[in-house]
């Protein structure tokens, strides 16, 4: 486990929007979502349709930033996907 400084949780913890990228046949593909942060980690949604559900499922490399203020945070990992309508998703 990372901990993160106050001022990146804040921002992570404060901030409404994550604008997330991910590489698509067509290029990258670069889109402002609603996110939660919790234990440690960005949950995002998105369509099961969506460019990014697709990218991520040929590959699971993610980039984003997260403003709030003045201040921002930038990442990159790997998108995991849940899928409410589906059980073969879901973790323990």
């Not at 990372?2 to 409404?16: P, R, W």
């Not at 997330?20 to 949604?45: E, I, N, Q």
């Not at 003045?70 to 990992?77: H, I, K, M, Q, R």
Request: glycine share 8%.
């Amino acid at each position: 486990m990372s901990f993160l400084s106050t001022a990146v949780q804040s921002v992570l913890e404060q901030g409404q929007f994550c604008h997330v990228a991910t590489s698509a046949p067509s290029g990258p593909h670069c889109t402002p979502l609603v996110f939660a942060y919790s234990g440690g980690r960005l949950w995002l949604t998105t369509s099961r349709r969506s460019v990014k559900t697709r990218s991520w499922k040929a590959d699971p490399s993610a980039a984003g930033l997260v403003r709030h203020g003045e201040l921002a945070v930038s990442f990159t990992g790997q998108a995991k996907l849940y899928d409410a309508l589906d059980r073969t998703t879901w973790g323990d």
